[in-house]
């Protein structure tokens, strides 16, 4: 059965960090295009970031909104995916979630609160 779980939220300072993590059992992260995604009371869950798998590089790619302010990686041997998250805003006040970063097909976990205050 696959599972994803998501840590590390909470709240946070305007300018502050944070880092989140994805554990992912029945599933082999490094093996997979991974993505994080968030979903803001009211909108549409967005996709933020992404890592390609292992095989094709591991290339990260960012929505512009996070460009330069979030950092997405992996530790293969802890099959876990990570979001480094720093210099935050309100505007990234959101439930944070991951899934495959091609087409979120797993079941989606319960995701992690990101608070920014302002």
């Known amino acids: 059965q696959v599972q994803l779980v998501e840590s590390g939220g909470g709240l946070v300072q305007a300018g502050g960090s944070l880092r989140l993590s994805c554990s992912g059992s029945?599933?082999?992260?490094?093996?997979?295009?991974m993505g994080w995604y968030r979903q803001a009371p009211g909108t549409q869950r967005e996709l933020v970031a992404t890592i390609t798998s292992i095989s094709r590089g591991g290339t990260t790619n960012y929505a512009d909104s996070v460009k330069g302010r979030f950092t997405i990686s992996r530790d293969n041997v802890k099959n876990t995916v990570y979001l480094q998250m720093n210099n935050l805003n309100s505007e990234d006040t959101a439930v944070y979630y991951c899934n495959f970063g091609r087409s979120p097909l797993l079941p989606w976990g319960q995701g992690t609160q990101v608070t920014v205050s302002s």
């Open positions: 029945g599933i082999i992260v490094r093996a997979n295009t």
